[in-house]
């Protein structure tokens, strides 16, 4: 059974910076992508990043390129995304999610991604 964790959620001041870890577990957790969405109430998910098994490639929305990165821990099997100067319209549930192989034709598309975790609240106050 494929588990996927979210964790490192929690309340910030806008400016701030929080880095977000997403632990799976019942695959072979090097051979497939990982990305990274978040949704707001009453907003669709929105995809952040994504990483390739190998961490060799890294996908990006226009929206958050300059303040976030994704890596990849491998002997954790975790893959971290790293939020800076957090604003207020960056409060949302942000999800992990496991991708159905290595790579992917649109990491933007959430149906490129097989399992999907149960979220971390981001909430970043003024």
């Known amino acids: 059974q494929v588990h996927v964790v979210e964790s490192g959620g929690g309340l910030v001041q806008a400016g701030g910076s929080l880095t977000l870890s997403c632990a799976t577990s019942g695959r072979t957790f090097a051979r497939y992508g990982v990305g990274w969405f978040r949704q707001a109430p009453g907003e669709e998910r929105e995809f952040l990043a994504a990483?390739?098994?190998?961490?060799?490639?890294?996908a990006y929305s226009d929206s958050v390129k300059d303040r976030f990165t994704i890596s990849r821990v491998m002997d954790k099997n975790t893959v971290n995304l790293q939020v800076n100067n957090l604003k207020p319209e960056d409060t949302a549930v942000y999800y992990c999610?496991?991708?159905?192989?290595?790579?992917?034709?649109?990491?933007?598309?959430?149906?490129?991604?097989?399992?999907w975790g149960q979220g971390t609240q981001v909430t970043v106050s003024l």
């Open positions: 999610a496991e991708a159905l192989g290595n790579g992917w034709a649109d990491p933007a598309r959430t149906d490129e991604y097989a399992f």
């Open positions: 990483i390739t098994w190998r961490g060799g490639d890294t």
